[in-house]
């Protein structure tokens, strides 16, 4: 079977609950009708997590992701939340290392490794996230960093234990700037975060783990960049606010 197609939306600190509630009404109102090898993801504030995984729950392979969780297990650490209580939740999914996390709240790659590690110590899949900045992209040497990126947070890791993750390619010049990188420029990318993960574990386990690109993705490129090889979806922020945008995306994977 192909590696999963997944449309993870990324809500960020946006909506209401009201708005959020209504947003995932519509979403389901539009059809998100799925093959076995496809997904939809919601990563949605916490406090949303809860009414938004009942609002989706007769929808088959529709889950909903945390953005983020702490890199400590549990006890004294005011305003976090854990690994722990995602699972407790019943929440499948995590968003990690997300470069405005990077960025805002200085999560390097070994506190994003910590995160990994309790992630996976309570079962939930990372959403793991790794892209250059516009100076790296300048310089030339996108394909060193995020190797770097990648070593330094999972290859600490059982080779098997890659097959839980799935990676987000995200360049930070293409975020929220309504800059896409090229497909060209995304395959070439994706293929070379596949080329790492086979490098440490394998060309079969690599063959699984599903990439997606991040930067822009819209109604109207989402088609084009996820048609390349080595593209297994998106992971979007702005336009899956929308919810005819996000129908339009989520009915842009490919399809086996
Ligand atoms: C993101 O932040 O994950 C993202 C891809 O944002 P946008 O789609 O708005 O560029």
């Known amino acids: 079977m192909m590696r999963k197609q997944i449309a993870a939306a990324n809500w960020k600190m946006n909506l209401s609950l009201e708005q959020a ?13 799925l093959s076995a090898d496809q997904q939809v993801l ?8 809860l009414p938004i995984k009942n609002k989706i729950s007769l929808q088959s392979n529709v889950f909903v992701a945390a953005q983020n969780c702490a890199a400590t297990k549990n006890g004294a650490y005011t305003g976090e939340v854990s690994a722990e209580m995602l699972k ?4 499948a999914y995590v968003i990690i290392g997300h470069s ?7 999560e ?20 793991f996230c790794c892209g250059e900045p516009l ?24 080779k098997e234990q890659l097959r839980n ?3 987000a390619y995200e360049p930070i010049w293409a975020i929220g700037t309504g800059k896409t990188a090229s497909s060209d420029q995304a395959q070439d990318m994706h293929a070379h975060i596949r080329s790492v993960i086979a490098s440490y574990a394998g060309q079969e386990i690599a063959d699984s783990v599903s990439i997606l690109y991040g930067g822009s993705v819209k109604a109207a490129n989402a088609a084009e960049i996820f048609g390349k090889k080595d ?7 702005g336009a899956s606010l929308i919810a005819t945008e996000y129908n339009t995306i989520i009915n842009s994977l490919k399809r086996s």
């Open 21 to 33: 509630e209504a947003l995932a009404d519509q979403l389901i109102a539009g059809n998100m009708t």
């Open 165 to 167: 993750f799935i990676i």
């Open 108 to 127: 390097d790659n070994k506190i994003l490794a910590d995160k990994v590690n309790l992630a996976l110590e309570y079962g939930i899949k990372p959403v």
């Open 231 to 237: 593209v297994d979806g998106g992971l979007v922020g």
């Open 88 to 91: 407790g939740m019943d929440i």
């Open 42 to 49: 919601l990563a949605v504030p916490f406090p949303y997590l």
């Open 135 to 158: 100076s790296i992209r300048e310089a030339g040497t996108q394909n060193s960093y995020v190797e770097l990126q990648l070593k330094e947070s999972l290859f600490h890791l059982e």
């Open 100 to 106: 405005e996390r990077r960025e805002y709240y200085h």
